[in-house]
């Protein structure tokens, strides 16, 4: 038998035991392996310690390769030895606790060290850096004593530090030397909705700060900033990047840069020395994400395996902020370079941003935040290279829900070869996924991920993952039950039932009660949470104004720059000139940037800054025109009869009493209205939620209708004949649509769904149109005007306050 060949690894890390374990696939018998770790423990899953210090997962269960599986394998594991010295020549390596080891292959996987920013009294206790299990530990055994931390550096280590450490109990501030969060991986869009969101959960924030020392006697205390301001702190975790892990290397003379250089098959300068992982620089680039990391493991496991193979090229990356609540992804060349193109979506309302960069005809970035299910679809096209021409509009409104499984983006899944990676956090292949489904029986992601680790880690492939499933496990996939965000395996209906059947009454409540996979819930669910249960409860339920979004919680529409948006009441779209003549002097009080008509037959003030927000309402003395919410916006009438030859009723009346009925009306989604005199339609009621069309001798009542992006015109629910039915129907039909329809779905999606014969049987009955209008009317008695509220109650003006950093607005108020 042909004598094992000595390989010694030094380092025990993720990319380094990835390798590995390929190349024990493909040639078990080659090699005699020793490995040096300087950390105490086997190979474990680093990224998931932000799990760990947030609570979500325990020490033992990020434990990648356990210690029989060293045994299993015959490998030497010296465990706790940091290898201090190589001898090239004599080809060996030697441990700072006396081992030596002789090698015929060597292999660098040292990873990277944490960047110690060199500040006066950064070795006091108390001051550590966020990389290993150790830290981990650090800053849970410090939260149970110490209060204050503070988190230098607002990238994804820092925010995932700050979000564990809130999690532990602590208040939290995290300094950043840059104007705005995350700038390596966002734009400053993103990054401020970011902000506010993470605001939102407790995270403060301190911008453009250079810490200058850390004082305090044997202990950090407080940290002094160069602008001489301070911040008490007992815990400081530095979190401003990595350093390839080089020392040894350069000591050994191997070429080194920033990382110890290598070529496609990651061959260091001397033969039979490679380098992967973090500490390797290839092409000019040293990663510190581990899906390149893996696809350097492939390459160099093949080549040690003697099987032939491409060279690595190289990797497109991309990244998702693992912080429960929040979804930011970015991949790719996110910012616009000369020649590029840059195409946005930015949807206030649902707090949602898509931002795609396109070079030529190819995707090369994308940033996206408040909905990041497309991440993986655009991601795929980024590493392909393909051409999107022709999809852009598709790419940046959305892939269709079943895009992934069929269509364009199905395609792609299908198309996949097997050893593709799916997850990148995990490395698991698209094969590995196969045989969980095929020869496991796994049939939903859950079980995916208790068999292959597939998005236990950061979520970023649970799309592909769920797209998988549908192809491979058929029929048994579909009745995988998909809840309403990944915080839950529940569907609204079982939620609704269940905080009815338990009287269930807070938000915290149920996610603590249904047992939530995250402790706080996320920006998905907490919104829905708080609608059903104002809907379940209109009596007892206090709303939640943490668990709204943003343009709810302030009352106005944010813009692009930050600044917002005030829409006042104008029923029915019928003004008069004293009406005008104070909206004209609000504005030129207030130097209003610019003043617009709404499609809605509405005025909108533009550019206000959110401090100006309650000094705006009070000098308007109007109610708002809740154009932010999901609420009624706008009842848009034609002027009928009034004046209209050809009207046949009183669209304009009509309409005014409509919008008085259901003003600040709390629905699942907005809700347009209009009015048209006849069918002439000038009011465009057939493209509304309800639709209100004049005929001779009554009304067509028409449900339903949408003109937004995917544009649906109404379907026809009834004819009436007088205005107090149309008050009764229409009553009737929100009121059924609110206690029925999933949180954000609009009706035409919701009348889609359900079927419209469902509906006009549930409302066909005199009784139980009464009961529909008797409980939305008691919903709507309950109602004030939130501007009002806001500008009579000190503690509420408040929170229209700047906060710390906060860089509102750059133009107007
Ligand atoms: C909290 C946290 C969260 C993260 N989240 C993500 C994420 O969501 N997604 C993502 O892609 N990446 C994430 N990363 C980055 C990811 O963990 C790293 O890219 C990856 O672990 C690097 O693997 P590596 O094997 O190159 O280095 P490491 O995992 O650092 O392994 C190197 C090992 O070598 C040992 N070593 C070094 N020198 C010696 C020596 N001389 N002798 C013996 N042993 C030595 C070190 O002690 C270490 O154990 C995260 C990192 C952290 C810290
Ligand atoms: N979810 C994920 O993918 C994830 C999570 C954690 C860590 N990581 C990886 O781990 C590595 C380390 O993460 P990181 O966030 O430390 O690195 P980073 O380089 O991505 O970010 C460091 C941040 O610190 C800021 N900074 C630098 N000097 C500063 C100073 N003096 N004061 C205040 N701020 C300062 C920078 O502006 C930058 O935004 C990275 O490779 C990262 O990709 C990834
Ligand atoms: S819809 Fe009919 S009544 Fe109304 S403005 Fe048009 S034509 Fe006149
Ligand atoms: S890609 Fe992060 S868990 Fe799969």
Redesign the pocket.
Known sequence: MKERQRLVM?????????MLEHLLKLAPERYEITI????P?P?Y??????SV?AGGADMNEIILNDLNWYEEHQITL?RG????RIDTAGKKVV??QGVEAAYDVLVF??????FMLPLPGADKEGVIA???IQ??ETMIEASKTYRKAAVIGGG??GL??ARGLLNLGMEVSVVHIHPYLMERQLDETASRMLQRELEQQGMKFLFSKHSEAILGRGRAKTLAFTDGERLDADLVVMAVG?RP?V??AKHAGLQVNRGIVVNDYMETSVPGIYA?????EHRGIA?????P?YEQGAVLAKRLAGVNTEGYAGSV?S??L?VSGVDVFSAGSFKEQDGSRVLRYQDELEGTYKKLVIQGDRLVGAVLFGDTSDGAELFSLMKKGESIQGREKELLLGVPADALSKGTGGGRLEAMPEDEIVC??NGVSKGTIMQAIHEKGCTSVSQIKACTKASG??GGCKPEVEGLLQIYAGEAAVSVKEGICSCTPMNRDEIVAEIKRMRLMTVKEVIHVLGWETEEGCTKCRPALNYYLGMLWPDEYVDEKESRITNERYHANIQKDGTYSVVPRIYGGVTSPSELKKIAEVAEQFEVPMVKFTGGQRLDLLGIKKENLPKIWEALDMPSGHAYGKTLRTVKTCVGNTFCRFGTQDAIGMGIRLEREFERLNAPAKVKLAVSGCPRNCAEATIKDFGIVAIDGGWELHVGGNGGVHVRATDLLCVVKTEDEVVEWASAFLQYYRENANWNERTSTWVERVGLDSIKQALESGEARAALQARIRAVLDKTTDPWKQIVNEPELRKNFEPLAGEEVGRTGL
Do not use: Q, W
Request: aromatic share 4%.
């Open positions: 030094v380092g025990n890390g993720m990319a380094g035991l990835r040096f770790g300087a950390e423990h190979n899953n680093r990224i998931m310690l932000s210090l010296h030895h940091t290898v201090n441990s700072d996987a040292t990873g990277s060290n944490p966020f990389r290993s830290d981990c994804l280590l995932e530090a990595i892990n020392e040894l992967l992982g973090e500490c390797a990663y510190g994400l581990v899906a990391l990356t990244t998702k693992k990148g956090c880690s950061c």
